[in-house]
Structures are given as structure tokens and as C-alpha cells.
């Protein structure tokens, strides 16, 4: 557990510069970005001077660096230049949505991967498993911006059966059950389009792990103990399929996290971190992606950590193995 705390630190610290240094190094600048070409021809050198240093991007880089940790400590995570908020108020006004979008989609994408997958591989080479694995192994190569256009076109213009865009309707002045089945109806769209996108990797996975698993000797010994196919098929196979999914969870996530946030919510016009970042790059807003890079980060990293700590107690071996 030591050792794994200390990647993670590490990892942390190197993410910490990159997230500094990466927006800098972007074409263009902030104030051009802001307030555009014309506007920037008729400011005068005194006026552009004076917002320069406003924004701090008048000091030396390692200068920028250190006054950057050192708000980090105080909990200050900078002032968007086009927002002109608190980035921390900023990102506190995105991040629910993206945690509702994320966090429902990697549930139902996972559930219904692991329980399809464990269906498929007990049953292999029979009808039902051929179906399914023709169909997953069809949606896989679909990216997930071409099956949410895809979606948007069929299910929002052409049947009008769900909102085009947003997470609420505005100035509907919606609330209680109104308000619920608002958010759920602008829910459905993007949410298909994940769970559509990443049910395919976590049923192949967990169908070629229970492949596997159904012709270890502890399978055969648990049917020659008369236990039904169901207890067999979920408590003693379906558990140790689960070991390479739960590996590879980690991976899957922040895979989700940069489809999910930065594609999909975009083509949805979601108003999560991933429309925040997006305008953030158009903007050159450095101090909103820095901030939003390292909220991504940190999420990231702790859904990691429980992975290895839930890797441990499926296969305590690894644990003895540190």
C-alpha cells in the first residue's frame, strides 16, 4: 500500500506541472482570445499593459509556477479571465452535471457489460452468445461523437422524442417531479451515447475472462457439488471473471472521462466540465483548464486508488505479492 501511495504521489506532482505548463503552450494568447483582433488593434500599449499584469501573464514562467502551487495550498485555484468568476465557482456550476452524466453511465455501462458478458461466455458458442457478440463487436467501432450525432438526428430531429441540447429546459421555471423528468429527458440522449459506446469494451472483456474461467477445475468441482448454474455462474465464475474488468476499470474511466466530458457533452451542448474546458480552450482561459484539468486529475486518480484497493480484496495474492 505504500508503494501505491507513492505512484500515485508522483504521479500527481508530474500531473500537477504538465497541467501548468501544457495550456501556455498553446497558440495564441488570452487577451486576443478574450477580446479579439479588432478590439486588441484599437487598445493602446498602456491599457493592454495594465490587463497583462492583471491576469499575472507578465511574470517569468517559474514565477507563474510557484505563485500557482502556492494558491493551490490556500485553496485558490485562480479568477477565469472570461467567465470573470472564481475558477473554483466555475467549475463548482459544471461539475454536478458531468458527475450525473459520468457517473450513471459508468454504472449502467459496467452492470451491463459484466452481466451480458457473464451471460455470453457461460453459454458460448450457443445462439444467444453469437448474437450478442456479432452486435458488440459491430457498436465497438463506432466513436462515440458519430453515434451521438447519430442519435441526436433519429431520437431529437427526426422523432422529436427528446431535447436537443442542454440539461434543463431554461426559464421553464420548472420544480419537483417537472424538474426531475426535465433533467432525465435531456439526460437520455448523452447517456445512451456512453453507455452505448463503452458496453461493448466491458462485455468483451468479461466474455473472454469467463471463457476462461468456466474450464478452471474449481468450476467443475462446484457443478460436481450439485450447486444450481446461477450460484455457479455468478458467485464462483462470475466473480473471478471480474479480476482483468476491475484491472482495467481505471483505464476505462478516464477514457470516459475524456470521451464523455470533452465529445459528447459538446455535441450535446451539456453544460459539464467538458463544455467548460471546451469553451476554456477557445478562450485561452489558462487558470479555468488548469483548474478543471486538475479536478479531472484528482478524480481520476482516486477512482484508480479504490480500483487497486478492490483489485486486492478479489485476489488477495496481489496484495501479499507487494
Known sequence: MKTTGTHYVIAFLIIL???????????????????????????????????????GLDQPLWEQFFRYVFSLFKGDLGYSFYHKTPV?????????????????????SGVMGVVLGI?????????????????????SGFPSFFVGILLLLIFGVELRLFPLHGAQTAYAGLSGLGLLWDILKHLVLPLSTLVVVFLSGDYLLTRSSMVTVVEE???????????????????????????????????RFGSMIVTGALLVE??????????????????????????????????????????????KKLDPRTASAQ
Open 266 to 311: 459538446v455535441v450535446f451542448s451539456y453544460p459539464g466540465m467538458g463544455s467548460l474546458v471546451y469553451d476554456a480552450i477557445l478562450t485561452r482561459d489558462y487558470p479555468v483548464l488548469q483548474g478543471s484539468l486538475l479536478v479531472i486529475t484528482i478524480v481520476v486518480l482516486m477512482v484508480n486508488l479504490m480500483v487497486d484497493l478492490l483489485y
Open 119 to 139: 451471460e455470453s461466455g457461460w453459454r458460448r458458442g450457443r445462439k444467444i452468445d453469437k448474437s450478442l457478440l456479432v452486435g458488440m463487436m459491430s457498436f
Open 17 to 55: 506541472f504538465l497541467n501548468f505548463l501544457l495550456p501556455r503552450l498553446m497558440a495564441g494568447d488570452p487577451l486576443t482570445a478574450i477580446y479579439g483582433q479588432e478590439v486588441l488593434i484599437q487598445m493602446t500599449p498602456a491599457l493592454k499593459l495594465r490587463l497583462t499584469e492583471s491576469f
Open 88 to 108: 473554483l465557482k466555475a467549475i463548482l456550476s459544471y461539475l454536478p452535471w458531468t458527475i450525473l452524466l459520468m457517473g450513471t453511465a459508468f454504472t449502467l
Open 217 to 251: 477445475p474449481f468450476v467443475l468441482v462446484a457443478k460436481a457439488k450439485g450447486l444450481t448454474d446461477r450460484k455457479i455462474r455468478y458467485k464462483h465464475a462470475g466473480r473471478n471473471s471480474l479480476i482483468p474488468v476491475v484491472t482495467a476499470t481505471g483505464v
